[in-house]
């Protein structure tokens, strides 16, 4: 991996890493950020795949765009269900149990055993996590758990986008999945009664670097370095997430991690960390699926 490789995909990280503070920092309610973040990161990928891949996306039909929008539901209900968790519990839980997200997408491909004792320690990691909250505040348990079915959410979507992206390129695939997905969290926000409007000129300068930072920024960088380094390697270097979150969360947010989540985040990155190795020396056909790597978080 040269350099300018490797410096894309520490970029793309470093910026995906910085959602959930721009989430904190909006203080708007958490359908309302998730509808904003895809909208506003929504419309210039839609654009790009109306003029650059209109032929490809014609040639789909009603069949061709059925798993797209199942997989753009999937999404929506990944980032409502992980924004709204940041408001019970730490970015450090949320990040840390969200990014169990290549775990799940590994168990539809009968995982070899590395791959699943690397499961049972990040499992065992979260159990300390959640323990830890509720220790603190059993409310705090609300948010682990829709951080986790973010991840849950977030694997389908993955899952689906395998078998999709063998037939259709990264622009014409979240052009259109993206935009599906802030559509579904609009109305689920209209149905909720959260706001679309009436927010500040802050919270709209948050909502604006939350659509174009990590959006399109960081996931664009990680579809890219996909282009040059195995799905594997991303996911792995997707595990810098959480820490660097963690460490920003401290001075901006003033979330410092007690040595229980600490340690309950370690374990679990250790866990996806011996998964994704294990991944990354398994045939071609059977691997992570590239689509996989690039929303293997949160954010």
Not at 11 to 24: E, H, P, Q, T
Request: a positive charge; hydrophobic letters at 60%; charged letters at 10%.
């Amino acid at each position: 991996m040269n350099l300018r490789v490797a410096s894309g995909l520490l970029l793309g990280v470093l910026a995906i890493s910085w959602a959930a503070i721009f989430i904190r920092l909006a203080k708007a309610p958490a359908l309302t950020t998730a509808a904003w973040r895809l909208v506003l990161a929504s419309v210039p990928l839609l654009c790009w795949a109306l003029v650059k891949h209109r032929r490809e996306l014609a040639a789909l039909g009603a069949r061709g765009f059925a798993p797209l929008v199942l997989s753009g539901v999937a999404l929506a209900v990944h980032f409502g269900t992980w924004v709204s968790s940041l408001d019970y519990t730490s970015v450090a839980s949320s990040v840390a149990i969200v990014t169990t997200t290549p775990i799940w997408v590994s168990l539809v491909e009968r995982p070899p055993k590395r791959t699943v004792i690397g499961m049972v320690i990040a499992m065992a990691g979260t159990i300390v996590i959640a323990g830890t909250d509720f220790a603190v505040d059993p409310r705090a348990l609300l948010g682990d758990a829709l951080a986790l079915v973010g991840a849950w959410c977030a694997a389908t979507y993955l899952g689906i986008g395998k078998q999709v992206r063998a037939r259709l390129g990264v622009g014409p695939y979240v052009g259109v999945v993206y935009p599906v997905a802030g559509v579904c969290l609009v109305l689920a926000a209209l149905v909720a009664g959260a706001p679309l409007g009436g927010l500040s000129s802050a919270q709209w300068g948050w909502l604006v670097l939350l659509a174009f930072v990590p959006q399109l920024i960081g996931h664009s960088l990680l579809n890219w370095s996909l282009e040059h380094v195995s799905a594997a390697l991303v996911a792995i270097a997707i595990l810098g997430e959480p820490i660097f979150s963690t460490l920003l969360a401290i001075p901006i947010l003033g979330e410092v991690p007690d040595a229980s989540r600490v340690a309950g985040a370690a374990v679990v990155l250790a866990g996806v960390g011996i998964a994704a190795w294990s991944e990354a020396n398994r045939p071609k056909e059977t691997s992570v699926p590239a689509a996989a790597a690039h929303d293997a978080h949160g954010v």
